[in-house]
């Protein structure tokens, strides 16, 4: 199979899938091993770099994914306009960056984090796919352990959790209650 064979392939698997393909799926779909697959795929992400495509393909965690040129975001949300729903709370915000950067992390610590109850912020950031359950702490009781999704990531315009603005930019008082 040639190069632009693979290009192809891995558009229509990408497309048709319409979420993360993992690295893995797409090399046994493909019969490649993943050295391969990396090469194909920055060339394939480098051809649909320039500003006017409209369709764009981006790794993300252990995978790849099309998505929309943002440039086209006012045309393609107009699809979607009756679905939108508002956006986060400042709550929400909050609770979702006590998550992000404590990775698993239970209720009761974001409460104590935030000084509030979570309950309410934690079910629409669920309901929105921002975040999962990520199993439950070995302690009394057994909280849940809340985690983000990688449709955090895609929201966020992020590849991996790592790509999250480093605690060392924050202000003194931040870093304080994101490190609590």
């Not at 912020?121 to 669920?126: A, G, K």
């Not at 009781?141 to 809340?146: D, F, I, M, Q």
């Amino acid at each position: 199979m040639n190069v632009n064979e693979l290009k192809e392939i891995i558009k229509a698997t990408l497309f048709a899938y319409g979420d993360i393909v993992a690295k893995k799926k797409l090399c046994d779909i493909l019969q490649i091993d993943e050295k391969q697959l990396r090469v194909v795929m920055a060339s394939l992400i480098e051809q649909g770099q320039p500003t006017n495509k409209g369709i764009l393909i981006k790794e993300i965690n252990d995978g790849y994914q099309m998505y929309t040129n943002p440039e086209y975001y006012d045309y393609v949300r107009k699809l979607f306009e009756r679905n939108t729903s508002k956006t986060l709370s400042q709550a929400a915000y909050e609770t979702l960056a006590v998550v992000a950067y404590n990775k698993n992390v239970t209720r009761a610590k974001i409460e104590s984090v935030r000084g509030v109850s979570a309950g309410s912020t934690l079910n629409t950031l669920l309901d929105k796919g921002f975040i999962e359950e990520a199993g439950r702490l070995e302690a009394p009781g057994r909280p849940v352990l809340y985690r983000t999704t990688s449709e955090f990531l895609k929201a966020f315009d992020l590849h991996t959790p790592a790509d999250l603005f480093p605690i060392e930019t924050f202000s003194e008082e931040k870093k304080e209650v994101l490190e609590e």
